[in-house]
């Protein structure tokens, strides 16, 4: 990575609880978040400019849930970008969450670049969807960002990630964001959570990347719900002036499963 080069840090969907003795899957999310966390700091390849959270922070949408996890990342002196998953009190998550060194949704300006935050959720639904207002903000965003590259980062897949379950539960009205970020050049790639599993691919010449969880993942091409093996992880994301992304899941093998985490529900 070169001297002006950026280095972001994502993490997604620690659905995390105010007790902190909380699981889904069988895992104790809290913890799980902690470690995920200590790990990307400790291993980290140099300064990182940004974090990332990609939705699903909270399980609950408690308060004591949203203040935890602001006191934990607030403390990294860092930019923390946040958006939405399907699983958070819209209301409780604004008001606690839009307080720097946080940001809620939104954009973030960088030295050459634009990361595009975009609000899928969709109150009562697992599903998300992008309100017109919020496909006109991406609209005069990507038109502004002319001569910078652009990272658009929303929680739900706009593409299928190929488990017919799960791709249910992706953006309802993806072919109208699909047209607007393919029809600018400046789009890099769309960054995305929710599929619990990591995924790296091209859509129309713009690159879609999903991260794993914080805490238990799906198993990759499944009819049905089938949790996988495989341990938290999370994501590097260098940016370069040239428009370049390189990237790396890194997973935490010593947190390996063992047994197959239970399936306690059939949503994302």
């Keep these: 990575m070169t ?4 280095r972001l840090l994502q993490l997604t969907d620690p659905h995390l609880f105010a007790d902190e003795s909380g699981e889904i899957y069988g895992v104790r999310t ?7 966390l200590q790990h990307a700091l400790m291993t980290a390849p140099g300064p990182i400019d940004a974090l990332l959270v990609t939705g699903d922070i909270a399980e ?17 002196d860092l930019p923390v970008l946040c958006l939405p998953g399907n699983h958070e009190d819209r209301g409780t998550m604004t008001r606690i969450l839009s307080k720097p060194p946080l940001q809620l949704c939104g ?5 050459g670049w634009r990361i595009v935050l975009l609000d899928s959720h969709l109150a009562g639904s697992d599903e998300g969807f992008l309100h017109t207002d919020e496909l006109l903000r991406l609209e005069r965003e990507l038109i502004a960002a002319a001569g910078e590259h652009v990272l658009v980062c929303v929680h739900h897949q706009p593409v299928p990630v190929g488990s017919p379950w799960l791709d249910a539960y992706g953006i309802v009205n993806a072919e109208a964001f699909l047209a607007q970020v393919t029809a600018h050049d400046n789009v890099r790639a769309v960054l995305f959570g929710h599929v619990h599993q990591a995924s790296d691919r091209m859509h129309r010449g713009v690159r879609m990347i999903s991260t794993p969880s914080t805490c238990a993942q799906f198993t990759p091409h499944t009819e049905r719900c089938v949790m996988d ?11 370069h002036p ?7 899941v890194v997973w935490l093998e010593q947190l390996r499963m063992t047994e197959r985490p239970p399936d306690t529900r059939q949503e994302a």
Excluded: N
């Design 3 to 6: 001297a002006s080069s950026l």
């Design 242 to 248: 040239d428009g370049r992304i390189e990237t790396e």
């Design 107 to 111: 954009t973030h300006r960088m030295p």
């Design 229 to 239: 093996l495989a341990p938290p992880g999370f994501r590097w994301l260098a940016l």
């Design 60 to 76: 609950d949408g408690e308060p004591a849930t949203y203040e935890r996890f602001r006191r934990e990342v607030a403390a990294l």
């Design 30 to 36: 809290a913890a799980t978040f902690a470690a995920t």
